[in-house]
């Protein structure tokens, strides 16, 4: 049983810990927060855009009946949307410095060097890893709150001159006060330890697993569902295996011979979503669906009660310190 309980925790904690793994064209892992942030102002008719993890790139969708072609960074054509659907110039250096990880630029490819287009898909929207947003954030670095100033996207459509404007603005980082319950357990936890109580280890550590499930499920769930810019099926999926490992947990957790591993697994599971999202504590702006102080309290929590809960299993399975005299059983009337 004991085995079986084991394969069933490992599994679990294997679904919760896996990760969102977002379009390769933007980018494997989405920010969880960011101290920038861009905004589009203005952009031609029959176009939609939307700008993804804060600075990070753009979704945009052209209506079928369009051609529109997005200028690189060296002003070479580099993405084409027309009514066959998407595709990229791969003769074009932004091609490949347009990246996460940029590669280097092939001699011999210039701006004039002619367009080869290579087919991404046959909609009409994509996304990608747009270096320009960010840019302003490099040459400036005021302090607080401040706005840095506007971004410019050339394109043309239908063989006009087009751009899409925006601007970008920072955030001053967030207050050391949300690492309040990291002090709190670093406070009490070595206190319940040295205590040892054995009628305090159950009621403790059902608090710490009630803890630790709802606000790593809630902080994951938060995560999953701020579109990219809508909902992938694929963050769905994830939704819906993060709300059965949270049930299957809770019932692992329910059993008396297998407490000690489902509450393993839930502290595991726990800390490591509040290290995933330890930027929510950290940057300014705070990348979720839910309001970010409730995605900042949700991770701030899932670390603190998951390391706790952790810290008093293992602690419950040490013997008690040589010296120590076991406390005897009060006679029998």
């Known amino acids: 049983m004991r085995r079986r309980g084991l394969v069933l925790a490992v599994a679990l904690v294997a679904a919760a810990l896996l990760p969102a793994t977002a379009s390769a064209h933007v980018g494997r892992t989405a920010p ?3 101290n920038y942030l861009a905004r589009i102002t203005s952009l ?7 700008v993804i993890d804060g600075d990070g790139g753009i979704w945009l969708r052209v209506a079928p009946s369009l051609t529109v072609v997005v200028a690189g960074l060296r002003s070479e054509p580099y993405l ?3 009514p066959a659907g998407v595709a990229v110039n791969i003769h074009s250096a932004t091609w490949f410095l347009n990246r996460v990880r940029p590669l280097a630029v092939p001699n011999g490819i210039t701006s004039t060097t002619p367009p080869r287009w290579k087919t991404l898909t046959s909609r009409h929207w994509w996304t990608w890893h747009e270096s320009r947003l960010h840019t302003l954030a490099l040459a400036a670095h005021p302090a607080g709150n401040a706005f840095l100033g506007h971004w410019v996207l050339p394109l043309t459509v239908d063989g006009r001159r087009a751009e899409i404007r925006g601007g970008l603005w920072q955030r001053a980082p967030a ?3 949300w690492f309040w319950p990291l002090l709190l357990a670093v406070a009490l936890v070595p206190a319940l330890v040295t205590l040892r109580e054995a009628r305090l280890e159950a009621p403790v550590g059902a608090i710490l697993a009630g803890l630790t499930l709802v606000a790593a499920t809630t902080a994951r769930l938060g995560r999953e569902l701020y579109g990219r810019p809508t909902v992938s099926t694929w963050q769905l999926v994830l939704v819906a295996s ?6 299957a947990l809770v019932a692992l957790y329910g059993k008396r011979d297998w407490r000690s591993i489902g509450a393993v697994a839930i502290g595991v599971v726990g800390a490591y979503q509040g290290l995933v999202l330890i930027s929510t504590l950290r940057d300014g ?5 839910v309001p970010p102080w409730l995605e900042r309290s949700a991770a701030a929590v899932s670390l603190a009660a998951g390391a706790s809960l952790l810290v008093a299993v293992l602690a419950a399975g040490v013997p008690a310190r040589s010296g120590e005299r076991e406390r005897e059983p009060l006679p029998q009337r």
């Open 80 to 82: 084409r949307f027309s």
């Open 32 to 34: 969880a927060a960011t």
């Open 44 to 50: 031609p008719h029959g176009l939609e855009a939307r």
């Open 175 to 177: 207050s050391l006060l």
């Open 242 to 247: 993060t709300c059965l490992v949270a049930v």
């Open 285 to 289: 702006w705070v990348l979720s669906v």
